[in-house]
C-alpha cells in the first residue's frame, strides 16, 4: 500500500509538473516543462488559467511578446487558448550550467489592453550524453613505473545537470590498471589511471582500454574514450643470440671478404635500447686479423689469410651489446676445412754417400721422411723413383722409406747416379714434388788388371846395346786411382839358371822392357818372362802375361873350321894315291857358323893353291876332289889355302892350309914336316909358335876337362860368366836350318855392327847403333882374319871360339 501511495504521489506530481499552471499574483502565469518539447506542443491553457473566455481571444488580438529581442519560444493557439511550443527549447543552450532556467514571455491582450507575465521553467531532462574532450586519450607509462602509480584522466562533460550529468567511470577489465574516482567540488568526478601491475612493455607494448563515463539521468546516457595506453621501453633487455653457439666451417685460403656467418642477437627492447652491436669478446690478435664482424650486421668476413695447416679451427668469444650497455655473448666456432695446398716435402734423412759398388742387393743405401702438411687424403702420399735404377723405395713405418739396392752395382759401369724421388699425394687435384739424390759408386779394387794382348812377343837383336828397350806391356784396369793404377814387374825366374832380372827389365810406371845387358844369340835364342801387372788396392790384384823374347841372328860369328884342325895344334897332312883319278875326294874341309840362317851358309873357296887347277871344293860340302888325273909330274907336296865364308851380310870368312902329298908310301910322310917348315921364314918363329900352341892346347885342354867334369853333374847347358867373358861350358852346334822357319833373315831387321876393342878376348862390346848400309867396308874387313898369314901369326887364341864336345 505505501508503495502505491508513492507512486501516485509521484503521478500527480508529474501531472502537475507538466499541467499545472504556477498562479502568481497579479495575474501572471508561469508553467514548467521540460526542454526540448515538440514544436507545437501544448505548454498548458493560459486562457483557463488567466480564466479568460476563449472566444474572445481572438477578437482581443490575443498574442505572446518578447523582451527586448528576446526569442519567442511560445505561441498561442487562439482557437484553443493552448500556449503551444513555438521554437526549440534547449535548456543546455539557454541556461548552460545554472540550476534553474527561466524564460520570460509575455501575453498581450488588446481591448483593452492586458499584459500577463508568462514565466516559463524549463526543465532538464538527459538529452546530453556525457563526453571527452578527445576521442582518444594518450598517456605514456615507463615500463618501470611501480604499481599505485597515477595517470590523471581527462574529465568526461556532460551538458546535463544535475543527476543527468557524469555521475561515475568504468574502466574496462584489464590486468594492469584500476580507476580511482575522485569527486571534485561541485559535484564533478574524474577520474586517475592507476597501475595495479607493472607493465613490461615487451610483454604489451601499448594497451588500448575503453573508459566509460556515465551520467545519472534516465534513461542513463555514457560517452566512452580510448586510453592509449604506451609503455615507454626501459632498457631492461639485453640483446640475445640466436644460437649459443655457432658453427661454420670454411675452406682455407678462402679469398678476403668471404663470408663466414651471419651471427644476430635480438633486444627486445627498442629504439637505443634495442640497437646491438656485435664485436669480439676478449679476441686474441691473431683472429683478429683473420676475421672481421661488422658490428651492425653480424656478418664475419674473412680479412686474412687462412692456412688449416696453421690453424685448424678458430673459436671466439662474441658479444653483442644495446646502446645502454647490456650485453651477452655467443661462441663462435669456426672449423677451416683442408684444401690440397701443401706438397709433400721430401726429406732426406740419411744417404750413404759414397756406397761401396760392392753392396749386396738389398743394402740400404738412405732413408727418406715424406711430409706434407695437409691432412687426411690430402697427406696420404706416394713416393717413387724413376725407373731403370738399380734402386728402389722400400716403405718403412710411417712417412719413411728406405732407399735400398735391388741389384749389383759396378761402379766401371756407372759410377754416379741421379735418383730423382717423386712424391704425390692424394688431393684433388694431387700436388706432387720431387728431389733429386745425387749418389756415387765409391770403387772396390774388384777388377785385376788386364793386359791388352794375351801374351807378347818381343823380337831383339843380338848385340843390342844393354837399356834398349824392346818391348812394351800394357794392361789397363778401370778400377779409380790407386785400385786402378797398374805398376808392371817381372816375375822372378831363370833362364839358363841365370836370374831373369839381369836380362830385362820393366818400367814399373810405363810396361816399357828395357834389356839389361846386350844378348848373343849364340847364348839363346828365346826365352820367356812373365810380366806382373799389379794394381796398387789394398789387397791388390794383379794378373801376368808371357813375354816370350825372340834374339835375332846378327852375322858375328866367323865360320869355324873345324877340320882340318887349326895349325900348330897339329900338323895334318893329307896323302893322296899317286894314282887316284879325277874327281876323288881327296879331304874334305869342315867348318861351322856360330850364326844362324844365312849367316851361318857357309861356302868353300879354294883361296890359293900350289898347283891350281888340280884340286876343286865343293862349294856347299867343303869336299876337296882331284880335278884330274894325277900326273907323274906333279908336286909331292900341294898345299891349299881354303877360306870359309858366310852369307851374312858382311859376309865373314876364315880360312885354313890343307897340306896334300901325292904319295903312295907313308914312309915319305917324316918328310912332311920339312914341307910345313919350308913355308916358315923363320924356324925360332915356328917354334915359337909351337911352343905358345903348346901351352894353349894344354891350357884348352884343362878347360875341357873341368867343364867336361861339371857338364857330367848338370846336364843343362849352362852359361859361366867370368867377369864380363862368356865362355859357354858347353856349346851344341846350332841347328842351321832352324831360322825364322823359312830360312832367311828377316829383311826388316836392321843390323847392327859391332866394334871390338881389337882384343877378342872381350865379349864386352861397345854398342854404335848404324845401319849396315852405312858401314865402312874397311871398319868392316879389320875384323875378320881374312889374311891366313895374320892368322898364325895372332897368338891370341880366341876364348870365344866354340868348344865342342
Ligand atoms: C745428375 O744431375 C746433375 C745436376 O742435377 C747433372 O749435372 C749430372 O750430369 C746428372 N748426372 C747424370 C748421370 O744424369
Ligand atoms: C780401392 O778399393 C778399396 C777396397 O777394395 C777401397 O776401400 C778404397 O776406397 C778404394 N780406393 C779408391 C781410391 O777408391
Ligand atoms: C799368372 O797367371 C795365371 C793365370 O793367368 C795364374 O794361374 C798364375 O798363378 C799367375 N802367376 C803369378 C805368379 O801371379
Ligand atoms: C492557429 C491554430 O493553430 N489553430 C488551432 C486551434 O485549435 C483547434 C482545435 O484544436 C485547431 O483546429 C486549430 O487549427
Not at 521553467?121 to 538529452?127: E, L, S
Not at 873345324?562 to 899317286?578: C, D, H, I, N, W
Not at 883319278?581 to 849367316?599: F, P, R, T
Not at 904319295?663 to 924356324?683: G, I, Q, R
Request: net charge negative.
Amino acid at each position: 500500500m505505501r508503495n502505491k501511495g508513492i507512486s501516485v504521489t509521484g503521478l500527480v506530481w508529474g501531472f502537475a509538473f507538466f499541467l499545472l499552471p504556477l498562479h502568481s499574483a497579479h495575474g501572471d502565469v508561469s508553467y514548467s516543462f521540460p526542454e526540448e518539447m515538440k514544436r507545437g506542443s501544448v505548454i498548458g491553457n493560459i486562457a483557463k488559467d488567466l480564466r479568460l473566455e476563449a472566444r474572445i481571444l481572438s477578437a482581443r488580438k490575443a498574442r505572446i511578446d518578447t523582451e527586448g529581442n528576446q526569442k519567442r519560444y511560445c505561441d498561442i493557439n487562439l482557437t484553443t487558448g493552448d500556449l503551444i511550443v513555438a521554437e526549440r527549447i534547449d535548456r543546455e543552450g539557454l541556461c548552460g550550467k545554472k540550476a534553474s532556467c527561466v524564460l520570460n514571455q509575455e501575453l498581450v491582450l488588446e481591448n483593452p489592453l492586458e499584459l500577463h507575465r508568462i514565466s516559463l521553467h524549463v526543465q532538464d531532462i538527459n538529452d546530453n550524453a556525457p563526453q571527452f574532450k578527445k576521442e582518444v586519450i594518450k598517456i605514456e607509462i615507463a615500463e618501470l613505473s611501480v604499481k599505485g602509480a597515477r595517470f590523471l584522466l581527462d574529465e568526461a562533460r556532460d551538458a546535463d545537470i544535475g543527476q543527468n550529468t557524469v555521475q561515475s567511470y568504468t574502466l574496462e577489465r584489464n590486468n594492469h590498471f584500476i580507476l580511482n574516482v575522485n569527486t571534485k567540488s561541485g559535484g564533478r568526478k574524474n577520474a586517475d589511471l592507476v597501475l595495479n601491475k607493472e607493465l613490461d612493455r615487451e610483454q604489451q607494448q601499448e594497451f588500448k582500454l575503453l573508459l566509460t563515463s556515465v551520467d545519472g539521468g534516465s534513461p542513463q546516457r555514457s560517452g566512452t574514450v580510448v586510453i592509449h595506453v604506451t609503455v615507454l621501453d626501459a632498457n631492461d633487455n639485453a640483446p640475445v643470440f640466436s644460437q649459443a653457439v655457432y658453427k661454420a666451417s670454411l675452406p682455407e685460403n678462402s679469398p678476403v671478404d668471404t663470408l663466414v656467418i651471419t651471427v644476430s642477437a635480438s633486444d627486445l627492447d627498442e629504439g637505443p635500447n634495442g640497437e646491438v652491436m656485435y664485436d669480439f669478446d676478449h679476441v686474441s690478435d691473431e683472429n683478429n686479423i683473420v676475421f672481421s664482424l661488422d658490428h651492425k650486421t653480424g656478418e664475419l668476413r674473412v680479412i686474412g689469410s687462412l692456412d688449416y695447416e696453421d690453424e685448424s679451427s678458430y673459436e671466439m668469444q662474441i658479444s653483442a651489446k644495446d646502446g645502454l650497455g647490456l650485453a651477452s655473448s655467443s661462441t663462435l666456432i669456426i672449423e677451416i676445412t683442408d684444401i690440397n695446398d701443401n706438397a709433400p716435402v721430401i726429406y732426406l734423412q740419411s744417404l750413404t754417400n759414397p756406397i761401396p759398388e760392392n753392396a749386396s742387393p738389398g743394402t740400404e743405401v738412405g732413408i727418406i721422411n715424406v711430409q706434407d702438411r695437409d691432412s687426411e687424403n690430402n697427406r696420404q702420399v706416394r713416393c717413387s723413383i724413376q725407373q731403370n735404377l738399380p734402386f728402389k723405395l722400400v716403405p718403412s713405418i710411417k712417412n719413411y722409406y728406405s732407399l735400398v739396392t735391388t741389384g749389383e752395382l759396378d761402379r766401371e759401369l756407372v759410377s754416379d747416379y741421379n735418383i730423382t724421388i717423386t712424391a704425390t699425394d692424394e688431393g684433388s687435384p694431387p700436388l706432387s714434388s720431387s728431389k733429386s739424390v745425387q749418389l756415387s759408386v765409391a770403387d772396390v779394387n774388384d777388377n785385376p788388371p788386364v793386359f791388352e794382348e794375351q801374351s807378347y812377343k818381343a823380337h831383339v837383336t843380338e848385340n843390342n846395346k844393354p837399356g834398349v828397350s824392346v818391348c812394351t806391356v800394357t794392361a789397363r784396369d778401370p778400377d779409380w786411382r790407386q785400385n786402378g793404377t797398374v805398376i808392371y814387374s817381372i816375375l822372378p825366374s831363370e833362364v839358363n839358371g841365370v836370374p831373369v832380372s839381369s836380362f830385362l827389365s820393366v818400367n814399373g810406371d810405363t810396361g816399357v822392357i828395357h834389356a839389361v845387358r846386350s844378348f848373343d844369340y849364340e847364348q839363346f835364342r828365346s826365352f820367356k818372362v812373365h810380366v806382373v801387372a799389379r794394381d796398387n788396392g789394398s789387397p791388390p790384384l794383379s794378373s801376368n802375361v808371357t813375354v816370350s823374347m825372340f834374339i835375332t841372328d846378327v852375322n858375328d860369328n866367323s865360320p869355324q873350321i873345324l877340320y882340318p884342325a887349326p895349325e900348330g895344334k897339329s900338323f895334318m897332312t893329307e896323302l893322296v894315291p899317286k894314282a887316284a883319278h879325277g874327281g876323288s875326294l881327296v879331304s874334305k874341309v869342315i867348318a861351322v857358323d856360330a850364326d844362324s840362317g844365312q849367316n851361318a851358309w857357309l861356302s868353300y873357296h879354294i883361296f890359293k893353291s900350289t898347283d891350281t887347277g888340280l884340286f876343286t871344293i865343293g862349294l856347299h860340302s867343303g869336299e876337296i876332289r882331284t880335278q884330274r888325273d894325277i900326273s907323274e909330274s906333279d908336286s909331292m907336296k900341294q898345299n891349299l889355302i881354303v877360306s870359309v865364308k858366310d852369307n851374312g851380310q858382311p859376309s865373314l870368312s876364315a880360312t885354313c892350309t890343307i897340306y896334300l902329298v901325292i904319295s903312295d908310301n907313308l914312309a915319305e910322310v917324316p918328310e912332311l914336316k920339312d914341307v910345313s917348315y919350308d913355308e916358315s921364314n923363320s924356324k925360332l918363329t915356328s917354334y915359337l909358335i909351337i911352343a905358345l900352341v903348346s901351352v894353349s892346347t894344354f891350357f884348352i885342354t884343362f878347360i875341357i876337362v873341368i867343364l867336361a867334369v861339371r857338364f857330367c853333374r848338370r846336364r843343362k847347358p849352362r852359361l859361366l860368366f867370368d867377369g864380363a867373358v862368356a865362355i859357354p861350358s858347353a856349346y851344341l852346334p846350332p841347328n842351321y836350318a832352324e831360322v825364322d822357319g823359312a830360312g832367311t833373315l828377316r829383311s826388316t831387321y836392321n843390323y847392327d855392327a859391332y866394334l871390338t876393342t881389337g882384343s877378342r878376348t872381350s865379349d864386352f862390346k861397345f854398342v854404335t847403333s848404324y845401319n849396315d848400309n852405312t858401314l865402312p867396308a874397311d871398319q868392316t874387313l879389320r875384323k875378320i882374319p881374312t889374311d891366313f898369314a895374320d892368322d898364325l901369326e895372332d897368338s891370341d887364341v880366341s876364348p870365344k871360339v866354340g868348344l865342342y864336345r
